[in-house]
């Protein structure tokens, strides 16, 4: 999901609270171009006006050290204007000996966590939540009416489980078994339709666009079935792509019906659609995902109404897309604008693809998901690498009660751990920004695209997993994560062997500047190469008459 900070209405927030809510989504109530932004700006303005009732922070002696701001106050923030993620990037250069540090953000505090060991350490500890926020966001960004707003304010206090705890139980279906084996066999029947329809004669593309359109449907299709509700109405693909980039607008604004319409509209039109999907009964369709079967399930033992349901679930269709369908576009374009990766992936994808021929005596190649891991190292270390270089998550959590974290220093010959005192109420960051680009863990060429990075010892292992969280971790750790692997390297496997991707003009394919946004876990290209881009694709001779299949993690193929 994408990690934001939100909040709820203005009135009675901590200066805590208030100081986040100005910070995160700077990007986007200061963008001039956007609707609306001069309403965004007085919001900021009434966040300081309210912070100005409170005292100034007081900081315990145990706490992270602060790191003060140049301009006093509201110099960290005006660093968030500027450089938006390039922002953490440079406080991790500035501050390579500091594994924790306070950020003093106008009258209030963020912890910034850099050490991937004490990432680690904090991702275990249930005091550090996504809970608090996940409820802050729920009513603001999803839309969430009362009756499930009412579960997630007041859990039962007799220690039974709670409605929020009981949303985890459906992951278990993305966990490799029988039911992930049933999803990627779906999708990935939906992604050899997408490649199998292209020709033998180049065909231009808006890339970004005709990639987003198509792996939207073939992945919602996989969890909604045939009677997806994007299927029925192929405006919805827009509509969800508006909700999910004017997702900041909702959290950020305090009238976002007023300023931020378009996500508004989208929202209201994909859950008008759930809505229906749900009333005529296609959740109970044999297509349907378990996942979402188990979901439905629990939600109507806890006596949610109808469409409280059909809400609910325009989180998970809004999950499976935003993060993996960006990912799918970097690979690609990595991948296809070098020449000599492409001729190495593709040796090496010739070792795993099986060939045979249909009833109708057309030449078949399938691609059994299960190998690439144990068969394809470059392809995995080049989708890790990937991940590495556009991964923006700021890995936030909320301290619950007061936690102590203790960091070892490299090298200390006493041994002695420092302890850290993280105070209930405070906000913690864990910035990819930092730990993906940190010449210690990586080595000096960090900013470089290496496609065989993750290809290395055991020792470098250890290491670079430590810093290497795409996915979040602990509680939070992301259930889809095995779900857009299959669909993402199925879908490279098969373009890179069968296919050529260059420019209009017959050239590599260059890799777009990407959009350093502060509320994009996986940032994208910039909007005007989302809407323009243009690329080429043809199938390369010698596969133009292959039909592409695919084999799901229990041996079975969907055609």
């Not at 979901?295 to 809400?311: E, F, H, Q, S």
Request: glycine share 6%.
């Amino acid at each position: 999901m994408v990690l934001v900070l939100v909040f709820a209405w203005p009135f009675n927030l901590s200066s805590q609270v208030l100081t986040t809510c100005a910070a995160i989504g700077i990007n986007i109530v200061f963008d001039i171009q956007k609707p609306g932004w001069h309403l965004s700006v007085l919001w900021i303005a009434y966040c300081y006006v309210a912070m100005s009732t409170h005292w100034f922070y007081v900081h315990d002696a145990q706490e992270p050290p602060i790191l003060s701001p140049r301009i006093p106050i509201i110099g960290h923030l005006i660093g968030m204007i500027c450089h938006k993620q390039d922002f953490y990037h440079r406080l991790g250069q500035r501050n390579p000996d500091l594994p924790i540090f306070t950020l003093p953000l106008g009258l209030g505090k963020m912890y910034i966590i850099t050490s991937p060991a004490l990432v680690q350490a904090a991702m275990r500890k249930k005091s550090l939540s996504l809970d608090p926020l996940t409820v802050a966001f729920a009513e603001r960004m999803v839309g969430f009416g009362p009756n499930i707003m009412d579960l997630m304010h007041h859990p039962p206090t007799n220690g039974s489980e709670s409605w929020l705890n009981a949303q985890h139980k459906p992951y278990d279906m993305l966990a490799p078994g029988a039911a992930l084996n049933d999803m990627n066999a779906r999708v990935l029947n939906s992604v050899a339709d997408i490649i199998n329809s292209i020709g033998p004669e180049f065909e231009t593309k808006h890339f970004y666009l005709w990639l987003r359109k198509s792996f939207t449907l073939a992945t919602t299709c996989a969890l909604f079935g045939a009677h997806n509700p994007l299927t029925e109405d192929p405006q919805l693909n827009d509509s969800l792509w508006d909700y999910e980039g004017g997702q900041a607008s909702l959290l950020m604004q305090p009238f976002p019906s007023l300023t931020a319409p378009k996500p508004i509209k989208g929202r209201a039109a994909i859950q008008k659609a759930l809505r229906a999907f749900f009333r005529a009964g296609h959740d109970q369709d044999s297509d349907v995902s378990m996942v979402i079967k188990d979901r439905v399930a629990i939600n109507r033992k806890w006596g949610l109404p109808i469409d409280d349901i059909a809400d609910h679930e325009l989180g998970m269709l809004f999950v499976s897309i935003t993060n993996a369908i960006p990912t799918l576009f970097w690979m690609i374009f990595y991948v296809f604008h070098d020449s000599q990766l492409v001729a190495d992936l593709q040796n090496e994808l010739l070792g795993c693809l099986e060939e045979s021929k249909d009833s109708n005596g057309q030449r078949e190649c399938i691609f059994s998901v299960a190998k690439f891991s144990a068969e394809c190292p470059l392809l995995v270390s080049t989708y890790q690498e990937v991940m590495r270089m556009t991964n923006r998550q700021l890995g936030t959590r909320t301290v619950v009660e007061d936690t102590y974290l203790s960091h070892s220093s490299v090298g200390d010959a006493a041994g002695t751990p420092t302890t850290y005192l993280l105070k209930k109420g405070t906000h913690i960051q864990m910035p990819s920004m930092i730990t993906a680009y940190s010449q210690a863990t990586w080595g000096e060429d960090v900013h470089n695209f290496d496609p065989r990075r993750f290809i290395t010892t055991r020792e470098k292992e250890r290491l670079q997993n430590r810093a290497f969280n795409p996915f979040g971790g602990g509680k939070h750790l992301c259930p889809g994560r095995h779900f857009a692997y299959a669909e993402i390297l199925g879908a490279v496997a098969a373009l890179v062997l069968g296919f050529e991707i260059v420019t209009p003009e017959g050239d590599q394919v260059s890799i777009p500047p990407i959009n350093n946004s502060l509320v994009e876990a996986v940032g994208k290209p910039l909007p005007d190469v989302q809407q323009n881009l243009l690329a080429n694709i043809r199938r390369r001779p010698g596969w133009e008459g292959v039909k592409w299949r695919f084999v799901a993690g229990n041996g079975t193929t969907e055609t």
